[in-house]
């Protein structure tokens, strides 16, 4: 089994990138992704990445050349100590959902699935502050934390070939939303127009890591 | 103008590809044999970034509306410019109304063709890099189709037949080593490195995929997603390793058996379904003393061609 250690772990995958990896720690995974974000904003005005990606419960920097990581791992370790969880604050967004009819063709199926209605799958899904723990998959996709226990939905036993963008959807523990059209095998409960990703724009995506996400419901369709 | 007759099976607008997006799921794409496209740039006295076109086992075919002069690097598949022959390491002269075709490759996988003055291209998020799978960059954000039309600028002035060398192939790929040693038996890790791994035909450039029957790395470790990127080795269940390319998603949940070296990483272009590779990991030492290699190698093809200015 693995360690559970009290400090992350810091490796070096290559002469230009590291990840600190603190996924071994005791404790609240949240509280430490909280940190990592932190982290991660400090290093953006520390060091000279090309690019600084967090995961879950981990970051890696990726340098333009060769580095020296013996000051870097120190510096990462002294500044993860003093670093708290309310040291990094994210933007909320709110994205207008048109939840069910043909705009979340799966939401019956998620409502029987659970035996609720399907107006309390929308008060469920619509009443949580999520965070954006991390974006990955594809451009402007978010993972998202704070899905319901009583929405958790197994995906579907047959993915779609095409999932259209701006989709709002379940997948076992999670709910996200489709940045682009795109095959997936998640449950669709509803529409946003909300643009998660414009590769024409100077800030291709509104929403970054360690932001917060609220679905606002509209337009129910009965 | 360059009309695309025949795109073969893949061809796409590719430059070094776009950093400071990785967080927000963007990939780097870019020319997955940087070294190729940038000796291309160069026999030009292009700048290293110009766009080129990077053309993927061969069976298609140009025809140029305006003159030009282009380098052609890479695999040798065979080009022929109005019926003769060309070698890739070298720049010809183009005129309007002329067709370049390209075989197939027997050795190597990847060609590139840049033109004096580069292509007109408008940059997305800083660069022209195409990522079919994100639909965004070069042109129309999707690889190139017959009936394409690259604009390109036109040159008819002063020119030389210049060559260079390529960095030479390699099957013996160096690799960083696993940060999930612990996950990981040492035993796989050993098989990892004593097994000749095929290419599999269901390979692109986001990844290619690696197959042997006869070693077993199967198993069920998953991870908290962790970042990836164009190097990083996968080991999915299955236990087939994956080598991550230029438009490789930017975060995974399988076990890393370790990061190929950047000097050797460039290899992957040009090895092709069917081909064999085989792994040994090495210390961080060997790697920065490879890419000092390449590195002098381009800096040489500089230095001569600033000599050939001067004598001129």
């Not at chain 1, 290093?43 to 090309?50: L, M, V």
């Not at chain 1, 659970?114 to 008060?123: F, G, K, T």
């Not at chain 1, 991390?134 to 009583?150: A, K, R, S």
């Not at chain 2, 590195?295 to 200015?309: M, S």
């Amino acid at each position: 089994m693995m360690d559970k250690k009290d400090q992350p772990t810091i490796h070096i995958l290559s002469n230009s990138s590291v990840l600190f990896d603190a996924t071994t720690l005791l404790g609240d995974k949240l509280a430490i992704q909280k940190r990592i974000w932190a982290l991660a904003s400090q290093c953006k005005k520390t060091y000279q990445c090309i690019d600084i990606v967090p995961a879950m419960n981990s970051l890696t920097l990726y340098f333009s050349n060769e580095t020296k990581f013996i000051d870097l791992k120190e510096q990462l370790l002294n500044s993860w100590k003093t670093l708290q969880p309310e040291d990094f604050k994210g933007r909320h967004h709110k994205l207008i959902t048109r939840y069910g009819g043909e705009n979340g063709p799966d939401i019956e199926h998620v409502a029987r699935f659970h035996n609720m209605h399907i107006e309390d799958v929308i008060a469920r899904h619509s009443s949580v502050h999520y965070q954006v723990l991390f974006l990955g998959f594809q451009p402007g996709f978010t993972y998202l934390h704070g899905l319901d226990t009583q929405l958790h939905t197994p995906r579907r036993s047959e993915p779609r070939t095409h999932v259209p963008k701006g989709s709002v959807a379940i997948g076992a523990d999670q709910t996200g939303v489709y940045p682009a059209d795109s095959p997936g095998g998640w449950h669709i409960i509803g529409h946003t127009d909300f643009t998660l990703f414009d590769s024409n724009q100077s800030v291709p995506s509104i929403i970054n890591p360690g932001d917060t996400i609220e679905f606002i419901a509209k337009d129910i369709a009965s | 103008m360059i009309t695309v007759n025949k795109p073969g099976m893949q061809m796409t607008i590719q430059d070094l590809g776009r950093n400071g997006y990785r967080h927000i799921g963007v990939a780097r794409s870019g020319a997955l044999d940087p070294y190729a496209m940038i000796i291309a740039n160069r026999l030009l006295n292009n700048p290293d970034n110009t766009p080129v076109i990077e053309i993927t086992l061969g069976l298609a075919q140009l025809t140029f509306t305006t003159d030009c002069v282009v380098a052609l690097t890479g695999a040798d598949m065979k080009a022929t410019l109005a019926n003769s022959p060309l070698a890739p390491g070298w720049t010809y002269q183009i005129k309007a109304g002329q067709k370049l075709c390209f075989a197939t490759s027997r050795s190597g996988f990847r060609a590139y063709l840049a033109v004096k003055g580069g292509i007109v291209c408008s940059p997305t998020m800083g660069s022209c890099a195409t990522d079919v799978a994100a639909q965004f960059g070069g042109l129309t954000g999707s690889a190139l189709q017959a009936g394409d039309h690259i604009p390109i600028i036109p040159y008819n002035g002063v020119w030389s037949q210049r060559g260079a060398i390529s960095p030479a192939a390699r099957q013996h790929i160096r690799v960083h080593s696993s940060p999930h040693k612990h996950l990981l038996t040492e035993q796989s890790l050993t098989a990892f490195c004593q097994t000749t791994w095929h290419i599999s035909p269901n390979s692109n450039r986001m990844g290619l995929r690696l197959k042997n029957q006869a070693c077993d790395l199967t198993h069920i470790r998953s991870l908290p997603s962790l970042a990836v990127g164009p190097g990083s080795i996968q080991l999915p269940p299955s236990g087939e390793p994956i080598v991550l390319l230029n438009d490789a998603q930017t975060t995974g949940g399988y076990p890393l058996l370790g990061t190929v070296i950047s000097a050797d990483l460039h290899q992957f272009a040009q090895l092709k379904p069917g081909d064999t590779v085989k792994f040994s990991y090495v210390d961080l030492a060997v790697a920065a003393q490879a890419q000092s290699k390449l590195n002098a190698h381009l800096q040489q093809l500089k230095l001569a061609l600033n000599t050939l200015k001067i004598k001129r």
